[in-house]
């Protein structure tokens, strides 16, 4: 940590001076573990340059990991109870932090500070695929997302093909970024403790995703994992009356199931239906 950061006052000090108890319904859990904070602040990669969005900061664990390694933050908070503790962290930073108080989903990240922008975050359990899956449909805008979910959502999100945890979620997030699990955290970790495990996760767009037309392909995953235990030429036929010809066209195998395709196979089948609207 730099000389600044040493300034400000231990986070469990600073929790008790301002009475912050976690909120359940903002999905609140607080990361206090200083090690921990500035490993995600770590994984983020080279913070110095552009602009660092951080999502719910809440006392500022992450917040203060990510300016110690010379980040330049955009913090959205929700919580008008973490506004003075967030103020006391501006105060020693006043170059490179500034807060917004609102709500996350109905902000434009995109427009926030200089490229390059990554966004680093503990993300609300309740909203954070909600998030995501907006980011993503301007995914060019970012460098990187390093977020952390409930464990079983971060395995959703890195799934590969052929695998329980591989679907919906799976395609949309890999057709337009690398996924990489990076390493899970403890619920001990957290005040209060979740119920479950989380993890951390990097996404880095991709510089020429497979082209296909995300709404298209939306309709295409949810056909198919909606009866995910059915064979394609049954799945698909909600979507194409002629599900077996499309499969075959495509290249696939009618008799296949949703789990078994790769990401650029959902993309041919997407943009064989579009051909035919």
Known sequence: MSETADTLPPLRDVIAKHGLLADKSLGQHFLLDLNLTSRIARAAGDVKVGTTIEIGPGPGGLTRALLAEGATVIAIEKDPRCRGILAEITSVYPERLSVIEGDALTVDVTTLGTAP???VANLPYNIGT?????????????????????????????????????GRLSIMTQWLCETELLFHIN????????QVQSTVVRLVPRTNPIPARRETLERVTAAAFGQRRKMLRQSLRAIAPDAEGLCRAAGIAPTARAETLSVEQFCTLANLIEKKS
Do not use: C, H, K
């Open 117 to 119: 922008r990554r966004v």
């Open 130 to 166: 909600e998030l995501l899956l907006r980011w993503l449909q301007n995914a060019a805008a970012f460098e990187s997302f390093t977020l952390m979910f409930q464990t079983e959502v971060a395995s959703r999100i890195t799934a590969p093909a052929d695998t329980g945890a591989y």
């Open 187 to 194: 619920p001990r970790a957290f005040t209060p403790p979740p």
